[in-house]
């Protein structure tokens, strides 16, 4: 009888373990202004094919809830490798929540343009480092952007984060 009560003691602190441990699921929406800097240099090889590198600023329409403090504002800096009228492109996020802590997000993905001009853009993001409250933390997802008229662009963006357990 004894063991069986210290093996379904074990169940329920394994299930416990593995429930605290599940992924939060956010979601949210950036607005991101003209770019601050942008700079395009022809590749060469074939024409309209250019690697170009630009600096955004961001502000949280609809802004991420991570650990119970939603998102500000943040900047995209990033590398493009355009080819005619599709751009594929890695960068960096940073982010600031409303306590002033920041978040550090690698992204990648492609873009659609016309006329050299960015109209949608889709990719995955990571985590990749926090601070204040949210160091440690880790998390992945999704983005979906569209152009505005006022050249402006704006940003859906889905995923989950974990942050590490306090001793």
Not at 47 to 61: D, F, I, Q, R
Not at 66 to 92: M, Q, R, S, Y
Request: net charge positive; with cysteine.
């Amino acid at each position: 009888m004894r063991f069986r009560t210290i093996a379904s003691c074990l169940v329920v602190l394994l299930w416990a373990t593995v429930a605290a441990a599940q992924p939060t699921k956010i979601s949210g929406t950036a607005q991101c202004s003209k770019p601050e800097a942008q700079h395009a240099i022809p590749v060469g090889d074939q024409p309209n094919h250019l690697y170009g590198v630009s600096k955004v600023a961001c502000t949280w329409t609809k802004p991420l809830m991570i650990a119970g403090t939603p998102t500000k504002d943040g900047t995209n800096a990033g590398f493009d490798d355009i080819a005619g009228a599709i751009a594929k492109g890695h960068g960096l996020h940073v982010s600031k929540l409303a306590s002033g802590d920041e978040f550090h997000v690698r992204y990648q993905g492609s873009s659609s343009l016309k006329e050299n001009t960015v109209q949608t853009a889709e990719g995955t993001w990571m985590f990749i480092a926090g601070t204040g409250k949210v160091t440690g933390i880790k998390g992945k997802g999704t983005y979906k952007g569209k152009a505005n008229p006022d050249g402006t662009f704006t940003y859906d963006v889905e995923g989950e984060y974990e942050l590490p357990k306090k001793p």
